[in-house]
């Protein structure tokens, strides 16, 4: 008996990221597009079945069409772990999907948006179509200081199996091809939030994206979403793909939930065939039920930092009982005052102040000292390491 060859393919990946679907298919079917020419991915040539083939990764969103196969070959269809998407059929504004959709959280998201706008000087940028090669590099680069910082913070590895400097090669042609798109918030020239999306028909898919942590309190990734779908409805995209993982803001932002369909090809006069397929079925089961158990677990589990080496007291103290002449002007920017920005721009969030409008002061008289002063409002920062 010679070797038993099993290709495994995941179709949202190879259609996203690689224009491409996997070999047993020759076309992909849409039904919210009527044009029927647009609807067809060729893979040219007749199809030559052998072994077993499986594409995990199926969305309900779209189907996949195979080829003219033996009678022979028989698919065995199971469904796995869930998907999400947006569907914007039927609205006309990112506000009556909200309104609909997410209910009374509505009303929050909203207000994060207007402080993070009425707090610092953001735009919005998407590239798709062009963008020039140093400014994709230094995007991208941004992106990747971003994803790090925030795994560190919540102290897990990065997926490894997410290739990044592959993503990176591939992207910018992409992006020139309109087969991607690159998403941008800026506080003034600053890049703040980083999006990757992927584009196929009238689906939109959310590929990678990170966001500076010091503006957590803003909660950027609620307000990524929001400028997306704005996006989504004036260039005539129907589906927001947020793909796999199950994640607290999917369950907010989502009103499409589904198992992902994993399609195993086989021939069903093999008796090896017949007898393999549903033992690899049988432990698919069992890997989906044990990978769901533990994301309950880590979900159960407070995410946060704890810093051991310095504690931070933050007081609110009235503005002008502070003396002048005790102080010196700080540049949270400067290295060694990277730890304040967080605190400021938390000061910022809770008494709606414009950065313009915001000084930081280190006490002359007191090492580690400081104060963050506002229009109205001020408070005190002490740090005094452990």
Known sequence: MGTLKIRNYNFVLDLFEEGRVPPIYCAVQNERTPQQDSNIIANKGKFDFSGIIEVKCIPEF???????????????????FNGYYIDLTGYTSVDDYMRTELGSKRKSLKRQLRRLESCFDINYKVYFGEIKKDNYEFLFGKMQEFINTRFEQKGVPFDPTIDLDAIRKRTFSMILEKKASLHVIYNGTTPINVGIAYHFQDV??????????NYSKFGLGNLEIIKHLEWCLENGYQIYDLMWGDL???????????????????????????????????LYGLKDYYTARKNRAKGRKKLGTTN????????????????????????????????????????QYLNVQHSNDVAVYELTNKT????????????????NKL
């Not at 502070?322 to 400067?334: A, D, P």
């Not at 580690?368 to 408070?379: E, L, P, S, T, W």
């Open 62 to 80: 779209l189907t996949p069409v195979t080829h003219q196969i033996d009678q022979q070959i028989k698919m065995r269809n199971i469904q796995r």
């Open 204 to 213: 939109l898919n959310s590929a990678i994206g990170s966001y500076d942590i």
């Open 248 to 282: 607290p803001y999917k369950h907010t932002w989502c009103n499409g939930v589904f198992r992902y369909n994993h399609q195993i090809f086989y021939n069903r006069k093999s008796i090896f065939h017949r007898l393999l397929v549903p033992i690899r079925v049988y």
């Open 308 to 347: 051991t080496k310095q504690h931070i007291e933050i007081l609110q103290i009235n503005k002008d009982h502070i003396q002048g002449s005790l102080l010196k002007e700080t540049n949270i920017h400067h290295d060694s005052n990277h730890w304040l920005i967080p605190l400021v721009y938390d000061f």
């Open 368 to 383: 580690g000292n400081y104060v963050v002063i506002g229009k109205n409002d001020a408070i005190s920062i002490s740090r």
